[in-house]
């Protein structure tokens, strides 16, 4: 408490005596954290004391409600590990239209049971091409076609009065070239000059280049861009009209730390920081998941849990889980509060076509090594590719671009996906659009919609059986298939994942994948085995294409998910696990034998104790 470099004086005696009580305790790491960071810097404690009046500013300005909340969260810091956490990502305008339009739908979301609510960014972007609105022009305003700030903290309000969490995008890596930093740098400020990274030398570019993959190899080649007004080529992994910000600069530590606070007191519960992984830079390195990284995401939890402890970071690291690991953290030294589980998801497509498990159940054992406290954040699909990468070293490279060709209909297989190749590197495997439906070989008429359903049902049945927070894709709940037409679009024409974020149908029938979604997210309700504290343990069967794994609770609750990977029905012996007594399946309510549970092709069952 000592080393806080200024009073805690606030109106409200009860916030401060709540807020020193967090200093003391958070208030070491994030120092600790913020000083291996910025050692060099000779106006160290200066930068400290600017720190520390952000947090205390922002605390004092937190609504009371918000307050309330931080209390109760703090008494259950498990609260995004309970089993009824089932989460929702959408666009604004493709799921409402606007802000406002979207308060209109929460019945939507609460009939899927829904308990955190993800809409892809939406803080003001850049006209034209925005990359989806990863491109921000402003931190602390909202898209003007889709509302106003007023309207964010009424849906945010909205949402927490049905105990529905909202997530937001923070693009922690770069901003758009029309924000006012990047203006001003422009303009010649040479304080705002020092916010992103701009090499004069062309050589120096050529040394980092050696060392660095590309993001978009097709569309957005190499990660500088020659810019004559900044007199050199500055820093931008993704597109260039997007510049990464230089977290080497003190001063951009403070003012994105600024940002989650500012965001956090409009209604936020949860951050995903989107493309973590590249927030630190040095020579000689691919510039990804630098130690550097994890202090500054670290030294933001502790700053976070001091000002606004209701509040979950996520972390974006769409990579191998031996990368996405350390963004979880310690017990000693935490960072983020969740993470996506994507080898999960990706070893789950592969899974499907080619009928082996054994990649997903490595993954899930791999997944294992997560924190107790930690989270996954468990999906079928997303706004993003599917990038087969992630598996590289589960499986064969070989094999790994047969199952891309396959998901882009260029190779035969056990079903017929209608996918498309994305962007790769020359030599790499191309990643995967296409949404879930549609890879899972819906037609919408087709001869295999059926079976096209039940791998829907599948992958969605094996996901809600995870743990984590399960999350829908939006239109998923529907079985909305491709938006072929997204090409129409100008600004979208040149990025191939519009394929997968067509326009929410809402006059599409709700069909049995609806039905599925509500009664996976109701039979999650309360059962203490789900909760995500307890991991899935794969299960080893002699079949490659039956997945089994157990999810069990120290008070004795148990479930096993069982699923068939292939289109033949299959039995499975469960009598090594599942002890004496009878079974039940959760899923359909009947009575099963452990020593022959039957599976139709492409089928699932949860399976408890009949006595639970």
């Given at each position: 408490m000592s080393s806080f470099p200024l009073p805690v004086t606030l109106a409200d005696a009860d916030l401060a005596q709540r807020l020193t009580a967090r200093i003391a305790r958070h208030w070491p790491a994030a120092l600790a954290a913020f000083r291996t960071l910025y050692a060099g810097h000779a106006d160290l404690a200066l930068w400290e004391q600017k720190l520390a009046a952000r947090l205390l500013g922002s605390a004092a300005a937190r609504p009371p409600d918000l307050q309330a909340l931080d209390v109760a969260r703090q008494e259950t810091p498990d609260w995004f590990q309970q089993p009824d956490m089932v989460g929702y990502c959408t666009y604004i305008d493709r799921f409402g239209g606007t802000l406002a339009g979207t308060k209109e739908k929460l019945d939507e979301l609460s009939r899927l049971g829904v308990r955190y609510f993800h809409p892809l960014p939406l803080l003001k972007p850049r006209k034209?091409?925005?990359?989806?609105?990863?491109?921000?022009?402003?931190?602390?305003?909202?898209?003007?076609?889709?509302?106003?700030?007023?309207?964010?903290?009424?849906l945010a309000s909205a949402l927490r009065a049905r105990q529905i969490s909202l997530c937001l995008d923070i693009v922690c890596n770069h901003t758009a070239a029309e924000h006012p930093w990047a203006l001003a740098a422009l303009a010649g400020d040479p304080h705002f000059r020092q916010f992103y990274h701009v090499l004069e030398d062309k050589a120096l570019v050529d040394a980092y280049e050696s060392h660095l993959g590309q993001v978009f190899p097709q569309t957005a080649p190499g990660n500088f861009t020659h810019v004559p007004e900044m007199g050199g080529y500055v820093w931008?992994?993704?597109?260039?009209?997007?510049?990464?910000l230089n977290y080497a600069n003190?001063?951009?530590?403070i003012e994105m730390l600024d940002v989650l606070l500012f965001l956090a007191n409009q209604g936020a519960e949860v951050f995903r920081l989107d493309s973590a992984p590249f927030l630190w830079k040095r020579i000689g390195t691919d510039c990804r998941g630098l130690p550097e990284t994890h202090l500054v995401v670290r030294a933001w939890r502790a700053l976070l849990a001091i000002a606004c402890p209701a509040v979950a970071l996520k972390a974006e690291a769409i990579v191998g889980l031996a990368e996405v690991l350390p963004f979880l953290g310690t017990p000693e030294k935490p960072e983020c509060h969740l993470a996506y589980n994507n080898t999960a998801m990706t070893a789950l497509w592969a899974g499907l076509a080619t009928g082996d498990t054994g990649p997903l159940r490595r993954c899930?054992?791999?997944?294992?090594?997560r924190p107790a406290g930690a989270g996954w954040l468990t999906y079928v699909r997303c706004h993003d590719d599917i990038i087969w990468a992630a598996l590289k070293g589960v499986i064969p490279d070989d094999k790994l671009a047969?199952?891309?060709?396959?998901?882009?209909?260029?190779?035969?297989?056990?079903?017929?996906?209608?996918?498309?190749?994305?962007?790769?590197?020359?030599?790499?495997?191309?990643?995967?659009n296409g949404m879930a439906a549609s890879l899972a070989g819906l037609r919408d008429g087709g001869a295999d919609d059926a079976s096209a359903l039940a791998r829907l049902r599948l992958a969605y049945g094996v996901t809600f059986a995870l743990d984590g927070i399960p999350a829908i894709y939006?239109?998923?709940?529907?079985?909305l298939t491709n938006d072929a037409d997204y090409a129409r679009v100008p600004d979208q024409a040149?990025?191939?994942?519009?394929?997968?974020?067509?326009?929410?149908?809402?006059?599409?029938?709700?069909?049995?994948?609806?039905?599925?979604?509500s009664q996976f997210a109701r039979l999650r309700q309360g059962r203490k085995?789900?909760?995500?504290?307890?991991?899935?343990?794969?299960?080893?069967?002699?079949?490659?294409?039956?997945?089994?794994?157990?999810?069990?609770?120290?008070?004795?609750?148990?479930?096993?998910?069982?699923?068939?990977?292939?289109?033949?029905?299959?039995?499975?012996?469960?009598?090594?696990?599942?002890?004496?007594?009878?079974?039940?399946?959760?899923?359909?309510?009947?009575?099963?034998?452990?020593?022959?549970?039957?599976?139709?092709?492409?089928?699932?069952?949860?399976?408890?104790?009949?006595?639970?």
């Open positions: 034209g091409d925005s990359d989806g609105g990863f491109a921000v022009a402003d931190f602390r305003d909202v898209d003007p076609k889709l509302g106003s700030l007023d309207d964010l903290r009424d931008t992994t993704f597109y260039p009209f997007q510049w990464d003190p001063a951009v530590f899930l054992t791999d997944a294992l090594a047969w199952i891309s060709a396959f998901y882009a209909g260029q190779a035969a297989g056990p079903f017929q996906p209608d996918g498309r190749a994305f962007q790769g590197e020359p030599g790499a495997v191309r990643s995967t939006m239109g998923d709940e529907r079985a040149l990025d191939g994942r519009w394929l997968h974020r067509p326009q929410m149908d809402w006059q599409r029938a709700e069909g049995p994948i609806h039905a599925a979604l085995a789900m909760h995500g504290g307890n991991p899935a343990r794969p299960l080893e069967l002699p079949n490659p294409a039956l997945l089994a794994f157990e999810r069990v609770d120290q008070g004795g609750d148990r479930l096993i998910c069982l699923g068939n990977f292939s289109g033949q029905t299959l039995a499975a012996d469960l009598s090594a696990w599942a002890g004496a007594g009878g079974w039940v399946d959760l899923l359909s309510g009947e009575a099963v034998s452990v020593e022959g549970v039957i599976l139709d092709p492409w089928g699932l069952r949860w399976l408890v104790p009949s006595v639970a």
